[in-house]
C-alpha cells in the first residue's frame, strides 16, 4: 500500500450534477457511472495525499429526468413531490460515487472507509424565494398547457428565456446542515462523506422545533460553502465545466483568471461579470467561505482538478 502524504487539511469536493450526466449525451445509467469515475481522478488524487474530505454534488440534469417521469407516469402511481426527488437523488447518486469512489482507492492501494450521508438542510420560511420562486425545473410546456397546469397542479410556471414555458420553484439560502455534527465527526475521523446531493434536502423548522420539508431546491455551492464551514474544512473545491474563473466570458475580451481576492470576486460580481444562473453562485461561495475563516477556493473543471491542484490551471480564491 503506497503510503499516505500527510496533511491534517480538511476539504470539501463541490462536483457539478454536469459532471455525472453530461450536455449531448442520453445520460443512461452507464453513461453516468463512466463519467463518475472520471469526475473521481481529481479527488482520488487529493485523498492520496492525506486530505480528509467531504463531497457534495448537484443533481440538476437528474433532477429534469425526475420530473419528467413524474409528469409521464402520474396517471399510474402517485406523483412525489420535489423534496422527496431530492432526497432520493441524493441517495441513489451517492451510491455512484461511493461505489466509484471505493473502487478507485481499492485500486490505488489505499484503505479508507466512504459512505454517503443524506443531509437536511435547514432554510428560512420566509426566505424572498419561496414569496418570488425563479429556479427554473422540470420538463417544458406549451404555452396553451399553462393555464391548466396553474389551475389543476397549482405549479408557477414561466417563460425560460424563449426556450418554452417551465415550472419556477423557490431556491432559498441555506442556513444549517441538520447532520452537520456527524459529518464532522465521521470526516475529521478520516471517513469520506459523501453529502448534501443538489444543495441536500431542503427543510424548515416549525414554531416548536420540528422539522418540515419543503419543495424547493438549495444551490449546491452555497450548501458546499456552508458545509464547509460547518465542518471546519481548509479548503473548497468548486468543480465546474471550465477550466478557470474568467472576466468577459465568452467574448474576445475573456480574460482568465489564476488567481482572485476576495475584494475583487465581491467587485466583478457586483458589475454582473458572473451570471447568477452559472458562475455567480460559484463566486458568492467562495466569497462566503473565505470571509468565514477558509483558507482557499479553487474553482476548476472536473478533468483538470489534478492539474488544478500542481497549480497549473484553475483559479484561486484567496482573502
Known amino acids: 500500500m503506497p503510503a499516505l502524504?500527510?496533511?491534517?487539511?480538511?476539504?470539501?469536493?463541490a462536483l457539478g450534477g454536469n459532471a455525472i450526466t453530461r450536455e449531448f449525451e442520453e445520460g443512461d445509467i452507464y453513461q453516468q457511472f463512466a463519467n463518475t469515475r472520471r469526475a473521481l481522478m481529481g479527488v482520488a488524487d487529493l485523498i492520496e495525499r492525506g486530505y480528509r474530505l467531504a463531497i457534495t454534488h448537484g443533481n440538476g440534469p437528474q433532477v429534469g429526468n425526475a420530473l419528467i417521469r413524474v409528469e409521464e407516469t402520474r396517471h399510474l402511481?402517485?406523483?412525489?413531490?420535489?423534496?422527496?426527488?431530492?432526497?432520493?437523488?441524493?441517495?441513489?447518486?451517492?451510491y455512484m460515487i461511493e461505489q466509484s469512489l471505493i473502487n478507485k482507492l481499492l485500486l490505488r492501494g489505499i484503505g479508507r472507509n466512504v459512505v454517503t450521508l443524506l443531509a437536511q438542510v435547514v432554510v428560512e420560511r420566509d426566505d424572498p424565494s419561496i414569496q418570488n420562486p425563479s429556479k427554473f425545473v422540470g420538463p417544458f410546456y406549451k404555452k396553451e398547457e399553462v393555464a391548466e397546469l396553474t389551475a389543476r397542479r397549482g405549479y408557477l410556471i414561466r417563460e425560460d428565456a424563449g426556450r418554452g414555458y417551465r415550472r419556477v420553484v423557490p431556491s432559498p439560502v441555506p442556513q444549517k446542515?441538520?447532520?452537520?455534527?456527524?459529518?464532522?465527526?465521521?470526516?475529521?475521523?478520516?471517513?469520506?462523506?459523501?453529502?448534501?446531493?443538489?444543495?441536500?434536502i431542503p427543510v424548515y423548522l416549525e414554531e416548536d422545533g420540528r422539522l418540515e420539508g419543503i419543495d424547493a431546491v438549495i444551490d449546491?455551492?452555497?450548501?458546499?460553502?456552508?458545509?464547509?464551514?460547518?465542518?471546519?474544512?481548509?479548503e473548497l473545491y468548486i468543480l465546474t465545466a471550465v477550466d478557470q474563473v474568467a472576466l468577459h466570458f465568452g467574448t474576445a475580451q475573456q480574460q482568465s483568471l489564476d488567481v482572485l481576492s476576495v475584494a475583487d470576486a465581491r467587485r466583478y460580481l457586483t458589475q454582473g461579470h458572473f451570471p447568477k444562473g452559472s458562475m455567480g453562485p460559484k463566486i458568492q461561495a467562495a466569497i462566503n467561505f473565505i470571509e468565514q475563516g477558509g483558507k482557499k477556493v479553487i474553482i476548476t473543471s472536473v478533468e483538470r482538478m489534478t492539474e488544478a491542484l500542481q497549480g497549473k490551471t484553475g483559479t484561486e480564491i484567496v482573502a
Open 220 to 234: 449546491k455551492d452555497l450548501a458546499s460553502a456552508l458545509l464547509a464551514r460547518e465542518i471546519e474544512a481548509d
Open 5 to 13: 502524504v500527510e496533511t491534517n487539511k480538511i476539504a470539501v469536493v
Open 77 to 94: 402511481v402517485p406523483p412525489l413531490p420535489l423534496g422527496v426527488i431530492v432526497a432520493d437523488l441524493e441517495g441513489g447518486m451517492g
Open 177 to 200: 446542515v441538520v447532520e452537520a455534527a456527524i459529518i464532522r465527526k465521521l470526516v475529521h475521523e478520516g471517513t469520506v462523506v459523501i453529502t448534501c446531493g443538489g444543495g441536500g
